[in-house]
């Protein structure tokens, strides 16, 4: 369960639509379409179900394995496609976005092939990725309960996921002011302690940063100022051709005879005489009107450029010197590779040189001062973990009842659980961990008289499937995870006790879609959407094939699981009795 504080509880939870398998064990080619709600997953021992839940497990980032590969075949290749939560989680949104995966119609989908040579490839969209990211990924979109998934509970920091998200719209508020509080605080520390580490070498600092100091004042360095240089340099650089040009140009207008202003001049005033006797020769003569007026500015311009290029012969040398100052202080206080940002770095530093040294120079008393803020800021600190704390231990007593209530309802009466808060002094830093100070441990006795023990040594695999299955439906509706896969999780149970698993997972699939493996007939009879696993063989080649079932097929099939044979009309009873049982009854 990762995440589970920042998850919410809004909007359109995610989905697993469908899964293609090709070339894995004993499925050659299926494709499996899943529906929101209850999906049922049937079939007889060695059919394939498990291969269904293996090609998941590629999917999900899991341990590839070429042993999978079908007999016959060069590789497997497994995909499922996702619809995501809408709103998409700012998580899943930056995932998506840092691996360059561009959704449609908001969908995801996710691959992995495996070669026969060991070599495995994930896939997100079309876009390669790792397993480790496809792994990322589904923990935000599905959660497996298997017999080895399930040890995930055993986790203290899982233990306490559950309890947080139990209780999400109390605590979260609460723990974001927390881990606000808590980075401020460390980031108030880690200026004292470099600042006390400062102090220690005062006096070499000072020396050196009154030497900065002292240059920065006296060379004044603007930070537009070396860009500007570069380009008077330029400019001066090529200060004849410039000339050349500039006076080519000023006597081409200016010519006596031959000048542009002389001859626009000449036509305008022969214009002029006619002026009034043709619109269309006045619109002319007012054209050439405005480009003498243009050329005037621009022959006067000229001047002036050529005016100010023999203005300051040793402009050039001044630029050139004042340039080369100015690198050399970017070279001595800059630390960057680049040129322009080691320039603007050194300004910055000379600019913080005379701050630095009042710090330095008052440091013991600034050290003091930042000490009994950061005391006072650790108080504060300490009264917000606390009152997480009471969320928490509140919270533990409502959740232990409620799962317990769950576990009656999942063939378990005599199970008890006690969730008990463990917090730390926090006398000491290392106690302010980003959770808070407390660790949280969930205690488990399934039978009656037990001992109550961790999770770990209380519950055997199918008790803990049933354990997982009783707080997922506790927590299901502050804790939105699109998908729930359970195996097992009617390992041991029969009868009237596996009634109530059904009913149970029936429950949970109102607040989210819930796919189960099961040989139970008491199970299956709840699903929205039951599918079957069928194992065809000629005596060579084994294939399974995983399709949906009609309501009249699903008759049949829960005759086949009650009686291990098909074609039993008395089975066929029953399972007709079954399934009219769960429309009578609710989940």
């Not at 394939?48 to 290749?77: C, F, H, P, W, Y």
């Not at 306490?160 to 999400?168: A, I, K, P, T, W």
């Not at 880690?190 to 940063?209: M, Y």
């Not at 509706?477 to 999780?489: A, K, L, R």
Request: charge should be negative; charged fraction near 30%.
């Amino acid at each position: 369960m990762g995440g589970v504080v920042s998850k919410k509880s809004a909007g359109v939870r995610s989905h697993l639509q469908e899964i293609t398998i090709r070339g894995l064990g004993v499925i050659d080619n299926a494709q499996v379409e899943f529906k929101p709600g209850l999906n049922v997953i049937t079939g007889e021992t060695g059919a394939g179900k498990t291969m269904l839940l293996t090609a998941l497990n590629l999917i999900l980032g899991g341990k590839a394995d070429s042993d999978l590969v079908r007999s016959g075949q060069e590789r497997l290749t497994t995909a499922g496609s996702f619809l995501l939560p809408n709103p998409l989680p700012i998580e899943i949104k930056e995932l998506l976005e840092n691996n360059d995966v561009i959704t449609e119609e908001g969908a995801v989908l996710l691959n992995r092939n495996v070669a026969k040579d060991g070599k495995s490839r994930a896939m997100i969209s079309g876009v390669s990725t790792t397993a480790a990211i496809l792994n990322e990924l589904s923990e935000h979109l599905i959660e497996v309960h298997g017999q080895h998934a399930n040890q995930v509970l055993s986790k203290p920091a899982k233990q306490r996921e559950v309890l947080d998200s139990f209780c999400d719209s109390e605590i979260s508020p609460v723990m974001k002011e927390y881990r606000e509080e808590l980075e401020e605080y460390l980031f108030m520390k880690r200026q004292i302690e470099e600042l006390t580490k400062a102090t220690r070498d005062k006096e070499r600092l000072v020396k050196e940063l009154s030497d900065l100091d002292s240059e920065y004042r006296k060379i004044k360095p603007l930070k537009e100022e070396l860009t500007e240089l570069d380009s008077l340099i330029s400019r001066l650089g090529s200060i004849e051709e410039l000339r050349i040009a500039a006076t080519g140009a000023s006597e081409a207008l200016n010519h006596e005879e031959q000048g542009g202003l002389n001859s626009l001049q000449v036509s305008k005033k022969f214009l002029q005489t006619a002026r009034g006797k043709d619109p269309y020769l006045d619109e002319i003569q007012e054209r050439i009107s405005e480009s003498l007026f243009n050329l005037i500015d621009a022959a006067g311009d000229l001047q002036r450029y050529l005016d100010g290029l023999e203005a300051d012969p040793n402009a050039l040398e001044n630029a050139l010197q004042r340039r080369s100052l100015l690198l050399n202080y970017a070279k001595k206080y800059g630390s960057s590779a680049d040129r322009l940002e080691s320039y603007l770095e050194a300004i910055d530093f000379g600019v913080l040189a005379g701050e630095r040294i009042r710090d330095l120079h008052g440091g013991d008393e600034r050290i003091s001062q930042l000490a009994k803020e950061l005391e006072k800021k650790r108080a504060g600190l300490i009264k917000i973990a606390n009152r997480i704390t009471a969320i928490r231990s509140a919270a533990a007593i409502e959740f232990s009842k409620q799962v317990e209530n769950e576990l009656q309802l999942l063939a378990m009466p005599k199970a008890r659980l006690n969730v008990k808060v463990n917090s730390r002094t926090g006398e000491s830093d290392s106690d302010l961990q980003n959770s808070g100070l407390d660790e949280i441990q969930i205690m488990f006795s399934a039978h009656s008289g037990g001992e109550l023990l961790p999770i770990s040594k209380a519950a055997s695999g199918g008790e803990l499937s049933r354990l997982m299955l009783g707080i997922e439906v506790v927590i299901a509706h502050s804790y939105p995870v699109g998908t729930y896969i359970f195996d097992e999780v009617d390992a041991g149970v029969g009868g009237k006790a596996a009634l109530d698993v059904g009913r149970r997972l029936k429950a949970l699939a109102q607040e989210a879609q819930v796919i189960v493996v099961t040989h139970l007939p008491q199970v299956a009879i709840w699903a929205d959407h039951h599918l079957k696993v069928e194992k065809n063989s000629d005596g060579a080649v084994t294939e399974s094939s995983i399709r949906a079932i009609s309501e009249s097929e699903r008759e049949l099939e829960i005759a086949r699981m009650l009686s291990g044979v098909e074609g039993s009309e008395h089975a066929q009873e029953h399972a007709r009795e079954l399934l009219n049982l769960r429309l009578a009854v609710k989940a």
